[in-house]
């Protein structure tokens, strides 16, 4: 009988505190173990001022129907040691899906990489919004990776490998896109990295094709080759670097629920008159006078075509950028990322680059956005100088429904207009009250089977 009563009162205590804890540790029953690899991307060789912008199909990556969890990287050398960004700059590494028609034979270039015409593959973009083959990556972060979190909490998932999705005679692959400047030597580092177009000698993009007068930096002045200028006399070794990514997932199973990968752009052009997003990708900050308060602000005005529950957010920025923010036409904060800039040498603290974004992870079902509403992006830099390419780019995550005891819950807060905090704070203490009042009764109870009462247990 005793083992019973006790059994009894801690499930109880048990599913009271459940209601308190995060959703990840409350409501998450699936029993995948989350699987972690770490691959090496083909290796690309630098020397003082050269640029690699690399372009790897059929990478290694996980296979099968599965749920991405997390995908982090950096820039190592041979030995497997970190490089700094004052010696090679990380200015992105993209990652996109493809489906690739199944052929027997394989084209390979002089690198070892998959030679692919458009003919052999079809993108497999996100959910949006940018247009033109623009921004349509799953993942993808410049000199913050380090210091980024892309963790996808419990029980969500990115959904890839579908084979219900995958069109017949062909098969899931990835890309990875790897640009890097090797700054060691730089006469002009900041220059360099915000490829400035005097400092790479260049007035014609890659494919030949004069550049506009009034475009003074970004990224058609630092493509694949180019070479930006180094102090006169000093010498550095080539060496062979390579992207170290690691890669974190479960097995799709019933219990996980997708997520959505919106990017929004603010240089898209979009407005209600004119609905196409056409997403420049970069722009430039100009400088203004103090009393302007040496911040430029740019915002763009998008909508959403099908919302959902806020998962997670975080926004993509250059060195100068001192923050990003989403919200509502009427001003609501929705998420807000802010830059994190090293103050020391080592890698992933180098004083003076942004070395990370502070990211958003709402509590389940606390921002709902409805389909077609509109949203705002806003991108700040500050503008004590002139800064050349910069992005200001916002990712989030958007799930169509939430874990089935979270949606009860929240349902409940909408009908009785009580705010979340609330009513978890008076969960916890009805939690709080209930194992006190449990304690005090088992005592009681105690003492009395001492003196030969037993309970009746149902």
Not at 223 to 241: H, I, N, T
Not at 246 to 267: A, G, N
Request: net charge negative; hydrophobic share 35%.
């Amino acid at each position: 009988m005793k083992s019973c009563y006790q059994g009894w009162l801690f499930l109880l205590a048990a599913t009271l505190l459940a209601q308190n804890l995060p959703y990840s540790q409350a409501f998450w029953r699936n029993e995948n173990e989350v699987k972690t690899v770490v691959f090496l991307s083909p290796k690309f060789v630098l020397e003082p001022g050269s640029v690699v912008d690399g372009y790897y199909y059929n990478i290694d990556f996980p296979r099968g129907h599965i749920a991405l969890k997390s995908f982090n990287a950096e820039v190592i050398d041979e030995s497997g040691n970190p490089i700094p960004l004052h010696e090679t700059y990380l200015h992105h590494w993209v990652v996109a899906r493809y489906y690739r028609q199944r052929r027997d034979v394989r084209v390979l270039e002089d690198n070892g990489n998959e030679k692919l015409s458009k003919s052999d593959y079809m993108l497999v973009r996100n959910s949006g919004i940018c247009q033109n083959h623009s921004l349509g990556q799953y993942f993808g972060l410049g000199s913050e990776t380090r210091k980024t979190e892309t963790h996808v909490p419990d029980p969500y998932g990115i959904e890839v490998g579908n084979p219900a999705e995958i069109p017949d005679g062909y098969e899931e692959q990835w890309m990875l896109n790897v640009h890097a400047i090797d700054t060691r030597g730089a006469e002009d580092k900041l220059g360099c990295i915000e490829c400035r177009c005097d400092l790479y000698n260049v007035t014609e993009d890659e494919y030949g094709r004069p550049l506009r007068p009034d475009y003074v930096g970004g990224l058609h002045c630092c493509y694949d080759k180019a070479q930006c200028r180094v102090r006169k006399g000093f010498e550095g070794a080539r060496r062979s670097l390579y992207l170290r990514y690691t890669v974190k997932w479960v097995d799709w199973d019933s219990s996980i629920l997708p997520v959505k990968i919106y990017i929004f752009d603010v240089t898209d052009t979009w407005t209600r008159s004119k609905p196409e997003h056409h997403c420049q990708v970069e722009y430039d900050v100009g400088s203004c006078h103090a009393d302007e308060g040496w911040t430029d602000n740019k915002r763009a005005t998008l909508a959403l075509p099908t919302g959902g529950y806020l998962i997670y957010g975080v926004a993509h920025q250059h060195a100068g950028g001192i923050g990003s923010s989403l919200y509502r036409e009427g001003g609501q904060d929705i998420c807000s990322s802010i830059p994190i800039y090293g103050d020391g040498k080592d890698a992933g603290n180098e004083a003076g680059y942004l070395v990370g974004m502070s990211t958003c992870y709402p509590q389940p079902g606390s921002v709902k956005i409805s389909d077609g509403e509109t949203l705002i992006v806003e991108s700040r830099y500050s503008s004590a100088i002139n800064h050349t390419g910069v992005m200001g780019l916002f990712y989030i995550l958007v799930a169509d429904q939430l874990p089935q005891s979270a949606s009860t819950m929240h349902s409940l807060v909408q009908a009785n207009g009580v705010p979340s905090s609330y009513l978890f704070a008076a969960v916890a203490l009805i939690a709080v009250v209930a194992i006190g009042a449990g304690v005090m009764i088992h005592n009681r109870l105690k003492h009395r089977r001492e003196d030969g009462y037993q309970p009746i247990v149902f």
